[in-house]
C-alpha cells in the first residue's frame, strides 16, 4: 500500500489528530493518559512538557505508531492506528532518541545512510549513489559535513544529536519526533542544537516537530507551541505565549515557576523568593 496516496484525514492540513484518546494499563490498574485531544498541523513545531510520570512517553509513542490507544482515535499523517500497517506508517515517521541503537565504531555518513532502511546495521546494497550524497547533504544541513568520516562513538553529545537528526531525516518525514534529544549535553553543545533545530525549522517549512523535554531553555525559538501533561491529561495547550506563563507552569509542576523569555528564547526557574 501507498501510504502517501491513501492520506486522508477529518482535520485539513493536520498530521497528527487526536481524538478522546485514553491508554490504560490493566495489569496495574494505571491510567496512564487520559481523554486526550490535540491537533498537530503541517509546519507546525510543538513542546511536548509535563513532569516525571506525566505521559509524555506514552504520547509520544502513540505519535509514532509504536502503540495503539485502548480507546479512543489516534490518526498519524492521515491514516489511524488500527486501520493501517504501522511499519509502512512508521517508515514516514522521524524519531530522535538519545537511546537510538547505533554501532559506535560507524562513521557519521554511515549512521545517516541506516536512515534510509530503517535498520542498525548499514545495508549497503540499498544505498544508490543519489542516497549517499543525501546522507551527505543531510550533514551539511545540519552544520556538520566534517563529521563525516569520524566514529560516532567518539562525537560529542550534540554532534550525535544532530547526526541522529540527519538520519531521521532521510526518510523524508513530514513527522519529526524528537524525545529529549538535549539530554546530558553541556551548554554549547545545546546552543549550537538549538541554532540546527532553528535552521531546520526555517529550511523545511512543511515539517512538523515535538520535542519532549523538561527545560524551556532548550527550546528553539521556532517552537510556537506547547501541550502540558499533568497525570495524563491535557492541562493546556496552545500557543507559547499563551501556554508559558507562570500560572500555567506553576499549575503544570505543582511548585512556584517563574517564566521569562528573551530574544525569542524561553527560560524558567523556581519562583521561591530568597532572602538576599
Not at 79 to 102: M, N
Not at 131 to 157: F, H, N, T, W
Not at 181 to 209: C, I, K
Request: net charge negative.
Amino acid at each position: 500500500m501507498d501510504l502517501e496516496a491513501e492520506r486522508t484525514t477529518d482535520e485539513p492540513g493536520s498530521v497528527v489528530d487526536l481524538k478522546g484518546v485514553n491508554v490504560r494499563r490493566f495489569t496495574a490498574d494505571q491510567v496512564i493518559l487520559k481523554d486526550v485531544d490535540w491537533t498537530v498541523r503541517v509546519g507546525e513545531h510543538w513542546a511536548l512538557l509535563g513532569g516525571n510520570g506525566a505521559g509524555k512517553t506514552t504520547l509520544l509513542r502513540l505519535l509514532g505508531a509504536q502503540m495503539h490507544p485502548t480507546t479512543g482515535t489516534v490518526k498519524v499523517l492521515g491514516h489511524r492506528l488500527g486501520q493501517v500497517d504501522v511499519r509502512e506508517l512508521r517508515a514516514l515517521i522521524g524519531h530522535v532518541t538519545s537511546a537510538q541503537r547505533v554501532p559506535q565504531d560507524a562513521p557519521a555518513h554511515t549512521v545517516v545512510l541506516t536512515g534510509h532502511t530503517g535498520t542498525v546495521q548499514p545495508l549497503w546494497r540499498e544505498y544508490s549513489e543519489d542516497v549517499r550524497q543525501r546522507a551527505y547533504d543531510l550533514l551539511a544541513e545540519m552544520e556538520i559535513k566534517e563529521l563525516a568520516d569520524r566514529p560516532y562513538g567518539v562525537c560529542s553529545g550534540g554532534q550525535r544529536a544532530r547526526i541522529l537528526i540527519a538520519r531521521a531525516l532521510m526518510a523524508s518525514p513530514a513527522l519529526l519526533l524528537l524525545d529529549e534529544p538535549f539530554n546530558a549535553l553541556d551548554l554549547p553543545s545545546r546552543e549550537d542544537l538549538v541554532e540546527a533545530m532553528h535552521q531546520l525549522a526555517l529550511g523545511r517549512p512543511g515539517l512538523s516537530t515535538v520535542t519532549v523535554t523538561h527545560h524551556l531553555e532548550e527550546l528553539s525559538p521556532a517552537i510556537a507551541h506547547v501541550l502540558l501533561l499533568k497525570e495524563g491529561r491535557v492541562l493546556h495547550h496552545g500557543t507559547a505565549d499563551e501556554v508559558l506563563t507562570d500560572a500555567w507552569m506553576t499549575a503544570c509542576f505543582s511548585r512556584p515557576i517563574a517564566v521569562q523569555r528573551h530574544h525569542g528564547r524561553w527560560a524558567a526557574y523556581s519562583g521561591q523568593e530568597y532572602a538576599p
